[in-house]
């Protein structure tokens, strides 16, 4: 019985892993190295539980799991960011497209955003997840999640306003 644990476990990590390091990438605010440590973090916890979860829902877990640990570890943790009045220039490139270049401005802005409105911006926009599932992941009451996402959003666009691209 406990291989069969382990390769059902193995297959959902082997399946899911490139999706949900990107997601935790998006809740650390495009840090890969702190991405990796997260999921490894939540990974190991999805182990343990795997006998409860693995039937249900393994993602919805390992998304709660990631959402919670992202928002402790910016709340322990400092990570020597320092806020600054202006984004610095993206990167000059010719062959990347508009579309990559996009994405690593929303990232790079995203990160501004505190853990817990980052987290419920993702939850909400990238996993495309209803409230009631971000409330769920992120351990609050419905009416927090819809305000921390709305005010994650607000916070968004101003940032993008003002680091619109120089052409």
């Known amino acids: 019985m406990g291989q069969l644990r382990a390769d059902e476990f193995d297959r959902f990590v082997a399946a899911r892993w490139s999706a949900l390091l990107h997601l935790a990438r998006l809740f650390t605010g495009g840090d890969r190295h702190r991405a990796e440590d997260l999921l490894q973090e939540a990974l190991v916890k999805l182990w343990f539980a795997?006998?409860?979860?693995?039937?249900?829902?393994?993602?919805?877990?390992?998304?709660?799991?990631?959402?919670?640990?992202?928002?402790?570890?910016?709340?322990?943790?400092?990570?020597?960011?320092?806020?600054?009045?202006?984004?610095?220039?993206?990167?000059?490139?010719?062959?990347?497209?508009?579309?990559?270049?996009?994405?690593?401005?929303?990232?790079?802005?995203?990160?501004?955003?505190?853990?817990?409105?980052?987290?419920a911006v993702v939850l909400r926009y990238y996993q495309d997840l209803p409230e009631r599932d971000v409330a769920e992941a992120l351990g609050c009451p419905v009416g927090?999640?819809?305000?921390?996402?709305?005010?994650?959003?607000?916070?968004?666009?101003?940032?993008?306003?003002?680091?619109?691209p120089v052409e």
């Open 144 to 164: 927090t999640a819809r305000s921390l996402t709305a005010r994650g959003v607000a916070r968004l666009r101003q940032l993008l306003a003002e680091a619109e």
């Open 50 to 119: 795997w006998p409860k979860v693995a039937k249900e829902a393994p993602e919805a877990y390992v998304r709660r799991v990631l959402a919670r640990a992202a928002a402790r570890s910016a709340r322990r943790r400092w990570w020597g960011e320092h806020p600054v009045d202006q984004l610095p220039d993206p990167p000059e490139v010719a062959d990347e497209t508009a579309a990559v270049d996009e994405q690593t401005r929303l990232e790079a802005v995203l990160a501004l955003l505190p853990a817990r409105q980052r987290a």
